[in-house]
């Protein structure tokens, strides 16, 4: 009886999710609700994990319950610890949650709402929460090893240094990127300014409440730091009407990027505990709230779906970002549906807190699906707004016309109706001087997220408390991600500069420590500044990249993770994890040769470089932008050389194993059976 | 009732893990100490040294 029970409510939730999927594809020209991309995710989910996940589980890792993980064999109660399966799920997902599914998916939402959906559900389902999942398992039966370890052991020397030098790479423009977010969020207002500067002195006095005052009490010092930033809001608010404190808090793109620029550095040196560790925790409670409070609010509100399924600029003409939705639209989206990042976290503190191996199931690919749902409600946020509002918000100044009134003039003719008093009436209600040409995403998701929570309760009358607390939201959680970056690019530099000279390798050696600290924070604070006095908006170039970076990363994950396939079966099950390589490979390729050669020179680097030289305009920031084209061209084609390396190495030993020339080494630590009593997990 | 309860039970031991509170009272547990200021500090450098060498997620 319960055997027929499971498989009615299964059928039923195939039905839904083919139902929901269905009216998503064919509904055209009406609005749709929102409940309709809700259900198609989570009924897709849900069936991705009960059986894809499982048969992945079951068949090809042949998890076993009574074999010790490194959490039982080595636990010394600190970071080798057998952990419950729902805290470790929340752990991973506080750790794999970042700014990439909200950001990504809004920029992407240019393209129309469906093909963005459709990509985070089909690409987490196949690729991303299998890519997190075979990763945590290598991890888990190798002690906790970290990629850049497998990939040395298991594929080889070359792979091992490419993983370390992609890593390297990978963070400086992930942080040039989202630093530019934050510039471009907070980019003349006050208000957003005043909230996220008070963020620091909140941060260093709940470090100095921890450290001397109640010691140990982060849920405490958690709670009265959020009530400090909440009051900040408040506190900006009256900062945006002081006719004194207004312009001192009214900075331009490239203050604030001089601003984050300084403000990294001191944070990457300064002393964890005073600033990062307390922002750290005040950011991870508030992500989750905030993640909880938006399901909850697209829940109750369910919002109609202002964007088409698919906008005009499929055809490549996008002004947030130029290219067509292949490849584009797979590299905009990654972290909402495979993110090369995770599977460092992934082989990080993950697999030494797993206490069963089974519980790797909903660890690695639950909470891969969940962040993809955050990535959906993004989505959600995003195409709620009216076009015409998302496109002025999201439009840079050089595609839409520097003027409001040619800007507002641009995007009707697109067929999305705005006028300058629509986007002034929202402003006023935001509490914002001007919100055309805020581009990089957060500020439209930040006003997607405030029509939903304001309309819940309270109404236009809160728009701008709401607005504020998701720009707060977003700007608190980028800048610890900025300095925690910023710290292991350090780490990481000094580690690759000590074999050269030994000193440099000393994390304890102050002028090693400068040194190092100063080298990434001007390596992305280069980029950053770059993409604020890009004309086309930064994101354009920059968003890209970054999306080709993880994208690549999340290659060299699934290589790792064939080659331990290949090792365990052989070609049995090559598919799980060569079907996914094979579309990044394709996709990431394709946008990187376009970045580089393509002739449209909103697209293609070196053409947008050729353009300006013909321009015959021959000043400093001309031949600054004809620089800076050419160095992107050169970082792209660099990240392509590395993961061809990767993958043309891991394709020589899949094909030694499988001909039988090379052995087929299993680096997995021994058996040893667990006697870990379900009480202590 | 009994499930909302352990909901919220689950929930607070979330919490207290990603707030590094729960690892302090393993670390007291596995080195019979008890909690004073000064300890508190030595593990939280530890811990704090060992938790940022890793990279944040984008």
């Known amino acids: 009886m319960k055997r027929i029970l499971g498989h009615t409510l299964w059928a039923a939730v195939s039905v839904a999710a083919a139902f929901a999927l269905g009216s998503l594809a064919l509904n055209r020209g009406e609005p749709i609700n929102s409940l309709w991309l809700v259900v198609a995710a989570v009924c897709t989910y849900l069936i991705g994990f009960r059986f894809y996940a499982k048969f992945i589980a079951a068949k090809v890792m042949v998890l076993d319950n009574d074999r010790a993980t490194p959490a039982e064999r080595l636990r010394n109660g600190h970071d080798f610890e057998p952990t419950n399966k729902w805290i470790l799920f929340g752990h991973h997902f506080a750790a794999i949650a970042g700014p990439g599914p909200l950001v990504g998916p809004v920029l992407a939402a240019q393209f129309g709402y469906l093909p963005g959906t459709l990509w985070i559900i089909i690409g987490a389902v196949l690729g991303g929460c299998v ?61 957003g300014t005043f909230t996220i500067a008070a963020t620091m002195p909140i941060a260093v006095f709940m470090g100095l409440y921890l450290r001397y005052w109640r010691p140990g009490k982060v849920l405490e010092v958690s709670l009265i730091g959020f009530a400090l930033v909440v009051l900040s809001i408040f506190g900006g608010q009256a900062v945006s009407q002081s006719a004194t ?34 922002r750290d925790y005040l ?79 909903p660890v690695g690919y639950g909470s891969m699906a969940l962040e993809s749902f955050v990535a959906i409600m993004a989505m959600i946020a995003a195409c709620a707004l009216q076009p015409g509002v998302y496109f002025a918000v999201n439009s840079p100044a050089g595609v839409v016309g520097a003027t409001h009134e040619a ?29 055309f040409h805020r581009t990089g995403g957060a500020p439209s998701l930040a006003l997607g997220m405030a029509h939903i929570f304001a309309r819940t309760g309270g109404g236009r009358a809160i728009l701008g408390f709401w607005y504020h607390f998701a720009i707060m939201f977003e700007a608190l959680f980028i800048l610890t991600i900025i300095d ?44 950053l500044y770059q993409g604020v006095v890009d004309p086309l908006g930064g994101i354009n170039s920059l968003w890209p990249l970054f999306g080709i970076a993880n994208q690549l990363l999340a290659a060299v994950a699934l290589c790792l993770a064939t080659t331990v396939l290949v090792k365990m079966h052989g070609a049995r099950y090559m598919w799980i994890t060569c079907t996914p390589l094979a579309w ?3 996709v990431t390729f394709t946008a990187g040769y376009q970045k580089i050669f393509s002739p449209v020179p909103r697209v293609g680097f070196l053409a947008q470089a050729a353009e300006l030289s013909a321009s015959g305009v021959a000043d400093a920031a001309t031949r600054a932008l004809i620089f800076n084209a050419r160095l992107d061209a050169v970082v792209c084609a660099v990240f392509l050389v590395l993961v061809a390396t ?11 194993i499988l001909r039988g020339t090379r052995e087929a080494r299993i680096t997995e630590t021994p058996f040893v059976l667990s006697r870990l009593r379900p009480e202590e997990i | ?22 690892a302090y009272r393993r670390h007291l547990a596995a080195h019979h100490r008890t909690h004073s200021r000064e300890e508190w500090q030595k593990f939280s450098q530890e811990r704090l040294r060992w938790k940022f060498v890793h990279p944040k997620c984008c």
Not at chain 1, 410 to 415: E, H, K, N, P, V
């Open chain 1, 283 to 361: 950011s991870t409670f508030v992500k989750l709230g905030v993640v909880f409070m938006l399901a909850v609010g697209i829940v109750l509100v369910r919002p109609q779906l202002e964007l088409p399924a698919f906008s005009r600029f499929t055809d490549g003409t996008g002004p947030i970002f130029a290219g067509k939705i292949f490849p584009f639209c797979f590299i905009t989206i990654a972290c909402g549906a495979i993110s090369g990042f995770h599977s460092l976290i992934s082989s990080g503190t993950t697999p030494k807190m797993i206490g069963k191996e089974w519980h790797a199931w």
């Open chain 1, 245 to 278: 404190l207004a312009p001192i808090f009214t900075l331009s793109g490239v203050a604030l990027a001089l601003s984050v620029i300084i403000y990294g550095f001191f944070a990457s040196a300064l002393p964890v505990w005073l600033l990062l560790a307390p």
């Open chain 1, 407 to 435: 800007a507002v003039s641009t995007i009707t003719a697109w067929g999305f109706p705005v006028t300058v008093q629509d986007m002034t009436t929202l402003a006023a209600d935001v509490g914002e001087h001007d919100l």
């Open chain 1, 646 to 656: 990767i993958l043309v190495d891991s394709i020589r030993v899949w094909a030694g």
């Open chain 1, 484 to 527: 925690a970056g910023t710290r292991v690019g350090r780490f990481m530099l000094q580690d690759l500069l000590g074999h050269v000279w030994k000193p440099l390798g000393r994390t304890s050696w102050i002028p090693g420590v400068i040194l190092t600290s100063a080298a990434i924070v001007l390596a992305w604070g280069y980029f």
């Open chain 1, 584 to 586: 990044l490979v394709t």
């Open chain 1, 131 to 191: 890519q997190d999942f075979i990763i945590l398992f290598c991890s888990m039966r190798r002690d906790g090893k970290s990629l850049g370890q497998m990939a040395r052991e298991e594929i080889g020397k070359v792979g091992g240094i490419t993983a370390l030098l992609t890593v390297l790479a990978i963070i400086i423009i992930l942080l040039a990127v989202i630093a530019l977010v934050v510039v471009n969020a907070l980019k003349g207002s006050p208000w």
């Open chain 2, 1 to 22: 009732m009994r499930l909302i309860r352990k909901a919220a039970r689950l929930l607070v031991a979330l919490l207290r893990e990603l707030g590094d509170e729960n």
